[in-house]
C-alpha cells in the first residue's frame, strides 16, 4: 500500500478533489494538505512523512515545500502536476486532468 499526499496552498479545491478521486484506486490511501496556515488542513511535517508520494499542484508548492519540509522529504517523490488554482472542487475538468496526470506516478 502506498500513501498518496496531494497538496494545494488552501485544501478546498484541487487537493481535495484529487484526494476524492484516487480514494478507491487499488494499492494506494490518499489525504491532501494545504500549504498556506488557513488552509483547511495545513500541511504538517508529520503527513510528509506519512506519504510515499507527494503530488503538488503548483511549482510555488513544490518551492515552499522543499524549504520548509526538507527533512521530512528524505526519500520521497515529490510531483509537481502544473495545474493551476482555475477550477472548482470536483470540476469535471480537473477530475479529467488529474486522472491524465496522476496514474503515471502511482
Known sequence: MKNVLFICSQ???RSPTAEQVF?????IETSSAGT???AENPLSSEEIEWADIVFVMEKAHRSKIQAGYRSSLKGKRLICLDIPDDYAFMDPALVELLKVKVPPHL
Do not use: I, Q, T, Y
Not at 480514494?23 to 494499492?27: L, Q
Open 23 to 27: 480514494a478507491d484506486w487499488p494499492g
Open 36 to 38: 498556506n496556515n488557513d
Open 11 to 13: 485544501n478546498r479545491l
